[in-house]
């Protein structure tokens, strides 16, 4: 990435630098530091508390709490939130929290325990803590925990010139802001101008004629999640939130959006592996085993499903025992199309390009996909093994048991999160052990069967 | 969702919509087919084409061409744009190309064959067309293929009324932008001013006393993931892009940079699970086959090495045939720890989380992790094998060869994609065929070989 100038924040994290600042919190040399951590913007510097170790991060924030504002205090992840917020003094705090737009404020105080709710509530002004107050009574995840409170609005007779005036006069505006919200006398939205337009037309022009011509609102009670979906559909920058009687309450912008669209992403990811959606790397060992062991200990009892499979199949094992070495290439090749499979079906659910409207033309592509790839597989398995082994029957077993445990796998694949979402739930939650369960017990089930009736 | 005024493209996509719209055309009634699609937006037009069958789809174009508009065009997916340009009479898709900005053009261009883009190209007013084919002489995947060349300057030295009487003037301004960019005679930017900051501010205001603090400008040679890095972390709205003398050549806005995040998060997921990257449900069974079948004959041949290693255990296999059956526990249970923690560390790099500074505190976390993930199941599994079986010393072994192969698979899932990153390669790609190989074989060769010291 290129930085032209020598702007106060055009310098990045590197290596060097975060050694630099090591070296200088050993040396407990405060000018030093002040010198290395000033240049730097607010999301480098959180990220430079995530990377370093918590005795290192503690060391750093005894000699620098002082420093430390507002913007860095929300670019902070959760995992070490609170430790940061422990470690300043009162009124580094004050300062700190009173710099923030309401929606950074609100995002602050979601994952803290009651004590320090209290001490940044207190901190604010009168008027931003009853607007934090009102988005904390919104659910957790919806679109009044996500909008800032302050919104820029006219009456929708206004022209640009009396817009322009009230915009100059105006104290305090969000930092930023991308639309002059048109609304009626009983503050209902009813449409938006952006800058760029209300910048170019002439003063005299009715702020109703340069309105766009798309414009949504969402309800404050409306799950992020669909608020994040339509600023990504249609392409919004910034969208007016109501209340349940259609007042406006706030703004959502879209750098909210990417972020709601981010964590979702990292959700889905996790999910499918089976960790628990808020892993971190600043993570501790026990913190992830917490996260992890869950999912393992189901695995435990799913994988003994196989087990008990094989176990029916003793006697065809003691009479032909390179079945036991075999059996796994077909368990786990299935497992590999499952994974596939519900990889793009999930990821199809989650941007809505897999819809009732498609989801049969979708189940029948998977089908014949699965008989392909079953198809290929079983010809290079099939001739290898009888080449190798020198057993016809064997490959001719081995090829059948991958045709019908590829067709499981990524019909599995897709079928299992679509009933997910059918009930409701999370198609990416659960769906990976669903799937790999299904392709073990069936890939084991269809060799060991096929052969105990083809080759004993 | 909630939409409160009857604006013009206020109606979202449902499935009773897309079967009103189906029915419409099987009767090939195009006034109806008007009167349904009218109403919705760009995007959920471009769904519809997508979700639909594709005789379904030639079908409505062959009624319903001539509306095709650049927006339209623009939205609809890789897959299928080809088929949906190919049927348009040449009027309408000059007329469509016509409407767009020069980004919108070049995301066109870059999917198409050679004959399709010399029409689109030959389509284009003069000044348009040196435009696109100037983004075009940039790699695929930099940022010069994403920005919009149409963008918005003021000398440093103007004032607002300057700037405000200039826009006024000015006949084609870019759809969306959000700063007006300061540069200098020669042409390289040197700061710039939000519209929200040019609105509020006196006319004889200098520009360059209301630029932003933050500023930074990309190279057009720039990465494309890197520029959205930039708009992610340092929550940029829009950028100005440079050539390598430093002159402005165009600008990119953060709807380019919210898309290549979403593709970079779908490329990780689908090559995660060895998916190519390209898959979309628009795909037939075949296209799908191709995707997946290469990573599938992989995985036959890493399989083959499972059954290499438990091959050579036949003997003890042959004393006691329950290993055969608890044997995929150990491996299977290993495949989930190993992609858990392969999973975090993907992600983790993908968002630069993951770095020099702290990746040997995180492997030291994983190996913590994996040996108490180890300890934790070994205890279950092994006394459940002991209650179940009645033979302490097969649960023992269960759960040595458990511990081994958490340990494995929790070091494995972060050191290799770390290695992958090292070498330069992306970290998800092949990672997860690597590390359930490594827990496979492990699983295997620590349980028969523990097994076959200790019980035979």
């Known amino acids: ?6 702007e106060p924040d055009d310098v990045d994290l590197d290596q060097t630098r975060i050694d630099a600042v090591l070296a200088a919190v050993e040396a407990e040399d405060r000018t030093r530091l002040d010198t290395l951590l000033e240049p730097l913007h607010a999301a480098d510097i959180a990220d430079l508390l995530e990377q370093i170790g918590s005795s290192d991060r503690r060391a750093l924030l005894a000699l620098w709490s002082h420093e430390i504002d507002g913007d860095i205090l929300s670019e902070i992840s959760e995992g070490i939130r609170e430790e940061v917020i422990d470690s300043l003094p009162r009124e580094v705090l004050t300062e700190a929290v009173r710099d923030l737009e309401s929606d950074d404020v609100v995002d602050l105080l979601e994952d803290l325990e009651q004590p320090q709710k209290d001490m940044i509530l207190e901190a604010l002004e009168d008027a931003d803590r009853v607007a934090a107050e009102a988005a904390m009574a919104y659910p957790e995840g919806s679109a009044g925990r996500l909008m800032q409170s302050e919104t820029v609005v006219a009456p929708e007779d206004w022209t640009v010139g009396q817009a322009i005036d009230f915009l100059r006069k105006t104290d305090r505006l969000p930092d930023q802001f991308y639309h002059v919200i048109l609304v009626d006398p009983a503050m209902k939205p009813v449409g938006y101008a952006t800058l760029g337009r209300i910048l170019s037309a002439g003063r005299d022009v009715r702020l109703d004629a340069i309105v766009e011509e798309s414009f949504r609102t969402v309800e404050a009670t409306d799950e992020e999640s669909d608020v994040a979906y339509i600023f990504n559909q249609y392409h919004l ?24 669209l981010d964590e979702e992403h990292e959700e889905d990811m996790l999910r499918l592996a089976g960790v628990g959606d808020e892993a971190s790397v600043t993570d501790g060992a026990f913190a992830t085993m917490k ?7 189901i695995n435990l009892f799913t994988a003994s499903l196989s087990a008990l499979v094989i176990s029916r199949f003793e006697a065809t ?53 699965g008989v ?12 290898g093994a009888w080449i190798i082994l020198g057993d ?25 999160p679509l009933t997910l979402e059918r009930m409701g739930l999370d198609p990416a939650l659960a769906s990976g052990t669903f799937v790999t369960t299904l392709t073990d017990v069936m890939g084991f089930f269809a060799f060991l069967g096929l052969a105990s009736v083809m080759l004993v």
């Not at 990435?1 to 020598?6: G, Q, R």
């Not at 077909?330 to 199309?337: E, H, L, Y």
């Not at 392909?372 to 001739?383: C, D, K, V, Y």
């Open 392 to 416: 016809p029957l064997l490959g001719a077993v081995l090829g059948m048991a991958m045709i019908v445990n590829q067709i499981v796998a990524s019909l599995g694949g897709v079928m299992v």
């Open 372 to 383: 392909l790839n079953g198809i290929g597989l079983a010809l290079i398995l099939g001739f």
């Open 291 to 297: 996260q992890r062991l869950p999912w393992l200990v």
């Open 237 to 260: 920058i910034s969208c007016p939130v109501v209340d349940s009687s259609g007042r406006l309450v706030g703004v959502i912008t879209i750098d909210d959006a990417m972020n709601v």
């Open 317 to 369: 094992i003691s009479t032909i025992l390179i079945l036991a070495a075999l059996m796994p290439i077909v368990a786990s090749t299935g497992g590999i199309a499952g994974t596939q499979s519900l990889a793009v079906a999930v990821r199809a659910l989650a941007t809505r390009d897999l819809t009732q409207a498609n989801a049969r033309r979708v189940v029948l592509r998977e089908l014949g996909a």
């Open 1 to 6: 990435m290129a930085d032209h100038l020598a």
